[in-house]
């Protein structure tokens, strides 16, 4: 009967644009009937109606949302009312960009619902730009978007001993297969000195990074999987494969198949480990697992699938307590450290994690001793070795 509806409605419309053309030829102007049964595309060519038909959006996502609607995709979610598919959100918006798929480095689609709306998010990565696109699932117009050029040709800033090509080759070492297409990196200011601060983006995840400009330090370094496509893309790579080994066995749980696909991943063994924590969570209605190992020189953190074999988010960081104590600190690191295992029983200093900072004006030691299944965080006076923090809580 819809159909019929439509039909209906169509072939009114068709005529009433045969009877206005008519009238026009015989230099008859249209009645204000005949104007109101005008084709909303003629009416938009003529601006008027195009103003009330734009959606609340930026200049540019209206702009991109007209461009949208003349693909095939679009016409076919407002003419039958469905979804439209990740594919064909794809396709809207690398139509849209000029992007050919072959010049793709990335490409990410989730689903997000934002005032309401229904979206796909679709984020993409060429050699010299990156994109973000937010396309509506019914419609397919594209509601926003938001690119960044790639540019690498700034140079090292000044006063910096660890020169811009020295952190280039320090990251690109990291990640197996990926060059400076797959880089994007700035220098800036944090917590009052220069860093280097960027991403790597290759096939099916993205690495984050922040170095010292002064030492080449990675102060930060964390990976994150891109969820699988529609076209069954799998994210994870070699690690999806040697987590679903781990799982091959009929009586392995999906916590137990979690925490060995991040042991496994990690390249750590049992007897090298501290202690390690799994636990179910919940991630925008799907079931994960955070898997927490902790070992003598290294802490790591995994985002795990729920079938406890794909790794989806991973992040590692490593100490040590060869560095020397603070210009001008009256309790030395040594002291602090004594302090700090006087206080775990049965700790040692393979279980402590410690560093010196700048906190309110004041130089302090602080860190966290890990023992078993608990966690001891704290914060020492450099000047008079006061336990300004110490907390405590299950892990």
Not at 152 to 171: D, Y
Not at 189 to 214: C, L, M, P
Not at 218 to 236: I, R
Request: hydrophobic share 35%; net charge negative.
């Amino acid at each position: 009967m819809k159909r019929k509806n439509m039909s209906i409605l169509l072939a009114l419309t068709l005529t009433a644009s045969v009877l206005t053309a008519c009238s026009a030829s015989n230099g008859q102007p249209p009645s204000q009937a005949q104007e109101i049964a005008q084709p909303q595309e003629t009416a938009q060519e003529t601006g008027q109606a195009a103003e009330s038909a734009q959606p609340a959006e930026t200049a540019q996502g209206a702009e991109a949302t007209q461009a949208a609607d003349a693909s095939g995709a679009t016409v076919q979610g407002v003419q039958t009312g469905d979804s439209i598919s990740a594919d064909e959100a794809k396709s809207i918006a690398l139509e849209h960009a000029g992007v050919a798929e072959g010049d793709l480095i990335a490409i990410s689609i989730t689903e997000e619902r934002d005032d309401g709306m229904e979206l796909y998010q679709v984020d993409f990565y060429t050699a010299d730009k990156d994109y973000d696109y937010e396309i509506e699932k019914t419609s397919g117009q594209i509601m926003s978007i938001d690119t960044e050029i790639n540019d690498l040709t700034w140079s090292t800033p000044s006063g910096a001993a660890f020169t811009k090509e020295q952190a280039i080759e320090a990251v690109l070492a990291k990640v197996s297969g990926a060059t400076r297409d797959n880089l994007r990196m700035k220098a800036e200011r944090d917590d009052g000195r220069t860093v280097y601060e960027g991403e790597v983006v290759v096939s099916d995840r993205k690495y984050e990074f922040e170095i010292d400009a002064q030492n080449g330090a990675f102060l930060e370094w964390n990976e994150k999987a891109f969820p699988a496509q529609a076209s069954g893309q799998t994210a994870g790579g070699s690690a999806a494969s040697s987590g679903s080994s781990a799982a091959q066995a009929a009586d392995q749980t999906p916590e137990n198949a979690a925490l060995q696909t991040a042991m496994a991943d990690a390249g750590v063994s049992q007897d090298t480990v501290l202690t390690v924590g799994v636990r179910q969570d919940r991630d925008d209605g799907q079931t994960r697992y955070d898997v927490k190992i902790y070992t003598a020189n290294a802490d790591y953190e995994y985002e795990i699938d729920e079938t406890g074999t794909r790794i989806l988010e991973r992040e590692r960081e490593t100490y040590d307590l060869t560095w020397n104590t603070p210009s001008g600190a009256a309790f030395t690191k040594e002291q602090a450290i004594e302090a700090v295992l006087a206080k775990v029983s049965g700790a040692t200093q393979e279980n402590l994690r410690m560093k010196a900072e700048r906190d309110d004006g004041r130089t302090v030691y602080e860190g966290e001793v890990i023992l078993n299944d608990r966690k001891y965080e704290f914060k020492i006076d450099t000047g008079t070795g006061d336990f300004l923090e110490w907390s405590e809580e299950r892990d």
